[in-house]
């Protein structure tokens, strides 16, 4: 089991820990750079390399649709790598990272982007109440409660 205890700031400058950090950061900065060099540009913009351990290299991707576009690229970019020295990489990972995107982070840390702030209008409401008479009952029942919210926000 992992010591959890809070060591002092001293230990990372007495002993080998700082250079193993700083040795393992280089390590991986590397490895980021000959991935980048290895996949096509479009896709180098939309990821980097997270971690590399036990054969397993984890890549953070922007989105859903750059993970996927990266899955038909793994099979060749295994081999590659595996060619440029990394030969003992059994299997490639890759995560989403909502970090790597600029848009998500903008709305995201926006002043005016509140999720209390979202409201429904009468106008939409009216719609949902019109949509949920052909639905089904379980269906039904939720648009109309969505509509019943709608009208409470206005009725403030």
Known sequence: MRNSEPLP??????N???LTIQERSKALYTLNNLVHKLLPDNLCQECRVANYRQGILIINVSSASWLTRLRYEQEKLRSLLRQNGLRGLTSIQFKVSL???PTNNCILHSKDYDLAKREITLQSAD???ALAQ???PKLKSNLIKLAKHATK????
Not at 9 to 14: E, G, K, T, W, Y
Not at 153 to 156: E, F, G, L, W
């Open 127 to 129: 719609l949902l109440l």
């Open 134 to 136: 052909n639905c089904s």
């Open 9 to 14: 700031l001293d230990n990372l400058f007495n």
């Open 153 to 156: 926000i206005d009725n403030r």
């Open 99 to 101: 970090e790597l995107n």
């Open 16 to 18: 080998n820990t700082f």
